[in-house]
């Protein structure tokens, strides 16, 4: 008689635990902490915000208290804090404090980064613009470092920089789902099937990063490198969120998701191949090489029958869907840049070591 095996547990079979309480970076993220685990009174994060606002020191995308205290913030609305009642989530003081960084944030941002308002509205013409807009693009090249240059403390550093938003990877785009409606709606839940997996929860691209860290030997425990990255690193996931999470922003998340999908082929090409001349397997180069064929078809989903149909429904979104594409292109740019200056000078590009 043959023995029957039992079949290995599927990737993403493993409970879905909450986020580690990371380290405070500030007085504010220190108040954050204590009044999310019962240490400390919500009112005070009105004073701290306040104090924290009224010193700014340079930008607020590289200030590590603010960014740690948002991401713990917008954690409350993913899979929670550890040890941290999820009656959090709504709590009014705490949405009062997140409210006015996000202000901050806002207000950076729509300095930063200004885009001309679309004045054909067209689905065609809308694609066009953002095709236009991503291909200019002339931010550092990470994906050219890695294919190129890179040495394996510098490729788990990488993974340990993305694995802050990978291990959710979709997740903040997909609050923009119930904000669609026709043919956005249709076209963005064809991208974000693909992302989860096509019906296959270990074909999930979270899962699929998920199995890169470990044949790096790396910990794919959700939010286990967040005490590790700096702000910068912090900061995109958060936007992302921020935009999802606000009605009035989902032109900027969807067009955010545009210049997500139409800059994704390529590099991920890239990344592929500067594993494999390291030497690594399929085990590390899978979430890569899907995304080469998959966010090649994506991006035509995503410029034309999402963000252009988008627009087309709703005209006056078209100078948010642009600046949103614009915002996702910026902050990359602005990760990579402090990435590859640390690497250039031979210094490692995290807070303290991944081992």
Same mark, same amino acid.
């Given at each position: ?77 993913? =899979? *929670? %804090? @550890?040890?941290? $009642? ?7 003081? !705490?949405? &009062?404090?997140?409210? +006015? ?112 860290? =470990? *044949? %790096? @030997?790396?910990? $794919? ?7 590790? !990255?700096? &702000?910068?690193?912090? +900061? ?120």
């Amino acid at each position: 008689m043959t023995t029957q095996l039992p079949s290995p547990a599927p990737l993403m079979a493993r409970p879905q635990s909450p986020m580690p309480l990371p380290t405070p970076r500030g007085p504010l993220s220190d108040a954050l902490l204590r009044v999310l685990t019962g240490a400390a009174d919500p009112a005070v994060l009105h004073d701290e915000v306040a104090d924290v606002l009224a010193a700014p020191t340079g930008s607020w995308l590289e200030h590590d208290d603010v960014q740690l205290a948002l991401t713990c913030m917008y954690e409350l609305h993913y =899979r *929670g %804090l @550890d040890g941290v $009642d999820d009656d959090w989530e709504w709590q009014p003081d !705490v949405l &009062a404090a997140r409210a +006015a960084l996000e202000r901050a944030v806002e207000a950076e941002l729509r300095e930063r980064v200004t885009v001309d308002v679309p004045v054909d509205t067209s689905a065609a013409a809308v694609a066009r613009t953002l095709f236009t807009l991503t291909s200019s693009d002339d931010g550092p090249s990470m994906s050219r470092w890695i294919a190129r240059r890179a040495q394996r403390e510098q490729l788990e550093e990488f993974v340990v920089h993305r694995s802050v938003y990978q291990l959710k990877e979709a997740d903040p785009h997909t609050w923009s789902v119930p904000r669609l409606g026709g043919a956005p709606k249709v076209a963005l839940m064809e991208i974000q099937s693909d992302e989860y997996g096509a019906g296959d929860p270990e074909r999930a691209h979270a899962a699929l990063f998920a199995q890169a860290m =470990r *044949g %790096l @030997d790396l910990d $794919d425990t959700y939010g286990r490198y967040v005490d590790h !990255v700096p &702000a910068i690193t912090l +900061a995109h996931p958060n936007v992302m969120s921020m935009f999802g999470l606000h009605r009035r922003l989902r032109g900027a998340i969807v067009g955010h998701l545009a210049a997500f999908e139409m800059t994704s082929s390529v590099p991920n090409r890239l990344y592929g191949n500067g594993m494999r001349r390291l030497g690594l397997g399929q085990d590390v180069t899978e979430y890569f090489d899907e995304h080469v064929e998959a966010d090649a078809v994506h991006e035509q989903i995503a410029g034309r029958d999402m963000a252009g149909r988008l627009v087309e429904q709703e005209p006056t979104l078209g100078g948010d869907v642009v600046w949103g594409a614009a915002v996702c292109l910026a902050l990359d740019g602005m990760w990579a840049r402090y990435v590859l200056d640390r690497w250039e000078a031979g210094e490692p590009s995290l807070r303290q070591p991944v081992r």
